[in-house]
């Protein structure tokens, strides 16, 4: 179940939004007793949504979190009577999670919501893959460097050296990348 | 044209921009807005709700980073103030380091996390808190809690023990100070003297775009800044800053601190009274300060990317030097040097490594 926090420290009405979202099966957590507690209860509660007004002076709190925590609730939905569609529009082509709902009908809140996290999930994903390739490259490099160690020390060829530090890899069942990495250290310790 | 501002005393120039229509002269009609939050006053950007903005420094170079947020390339008009900031101790917290003899021995001995309150995430606040820490052997990122809260909101959780200091603009550390629920225990420019701190910043394919218009606002801008900088005008822009619609606090706790004067309180170093101009000193967009929040952001793990020479590279795409300077020439103001070297409280030098020759 979708776990929702819903932040309401702006004097726009929210109804029985609330009331509506746990209808629609959303497990809404307890509201806020003090803005100040927003940074503690998202760490402590962990929402997949955080709902919150464009106009909430506690925004930043949400900034903080997304800079300094990379799990930390990135769709920030929120909710706006203001008309002017086509900004709002403009700031989600920006890459701003923000929707606007008008007089808060909850009926249309539910497909935005699906949205925002479907968003959020793609870009997260994207993220994955970005920090999954970096690591990669980052193995690739310390396996050449390796190679070149065996190369220049033992004179051996590139195709040799490979085969040696696979080998050493087979017998002692550990990845490729390990070898080379005892290998580094072995030849960084003897200068 | 419309700007967006936050409530913070440093918007003095803006509200007089507007109030006397400085913009009239440059063809400009300038339109005020209050934003809620930083955040706020980002998307506004992106989404061209508003051309221009009252700015963190460091919000624009965050911006331009992507960092936790939407990426955009960002421009830097100008630079509209100096200092004016300061880290506010909870009671209890000042009266521990007192006894303690420093900070970092009241905070080994503090009971729990400490917890800090900035303003965003890639802003001067963080910078200047996070600076000042670590020159006093204080983690920023492991010793203390360092949370984001609203500058209006910061006393009210002073006053209930969520926060234990915070740093902020003015006026909101001189309300703490009048409502009894702290005290300012740094200025900024005990941390950096004459650090830059607010900045007129807008999108670059606006600057791009609209040249005319961004030079007309430079040059607004810059005899606003003028005009606000005398001891006079000082006091006469006080009572509009303190209204409702701006900063929504009685007058007596936005004047003094706006004059430079710091009563009651004591300080290692005389305190550098926020400062507009300065005969133009304090306006131009100097790359080795966009420099410094880059080498910050490295410093604490938000960049980890790039190099002093790149930093100067990126600077000088967003800081529109060529255009203030054609600006400030028409106004007939000069443009200080490029290099500045300054001395920061932990006795490090700074220039902007690449930035300066040699």
Known sequence: MLR?????????????????????????LPELGAPQMLHGRVESDRP???????????????????VMNETAPRPVLMFSADPNQQLIRAAVDAGVTAYLVEGLDVGRFTPILEVALARFAHEEKLRQRLVKAEAELADRKLIDRAKRLLMDRRKMSEQDAYATLRKRAMDQGVKLVEVARQLISVADLLG | MRLGFVALSDVAPLVAAKLLEFGHRHGLTLE???????????????AGEIDAAHSLYGLVYGVQLGLGGPQADMAVLMVLNRNGQAITLSNRLAAAVQEAGSLKAALAEWPGMPVFGQTFPTGTHAMWLYYWLAAQGVHPLRD???VVIPPPQTVDALVQGRLD???AGEPWNAVAEARGAGVTAVVSSEIWPDHPEKVLACRRDFVERNPQAARALVKTMLEACRWVDTPEHRVEIAPWLARPEVLDVPVAWVEPRLSGRYEGAQFLRQPRAVSFFDGGAVNYPRLSDGCWFLAQYRRWGLLRTGDAASDVTLAAQINQTALYREAAAS????????????????????????AVPG
């Open chain 1, 4 to 28: 929702v926090l819903l932040v309401t420290d702006t004097d726009k009405p929210i109804g029985d939004m609330r009331e509506a979202l746990a209808r629609l099966g959303y497990e809404m």
């Open chain 1, 48 to 66: 997949d949504v955080v709902i919150i007004d464009t106009e909430s002076p506690s925004r930043d709190t949400l900034e903080q979190l997304a």
């Open chain 2, 32 to 46: 005020l807005s209050r934003q809620p939050s930083w955040a706020a006053v980002r998307d506004k950007l992106l």
């Open chain 2, 144 to 146: 203390i809690e360092s």
């Open chain 2, 165 to 167: 200091g915070f740093c």
């Open chain 2, 331 to 354: 106004c007939e103001v000069s443009v200080p040097d490029e290099i500045r070297i300054d001395v920061l409280c932990d006795g490090q030098r700074w220039g902007g490594s690449a």
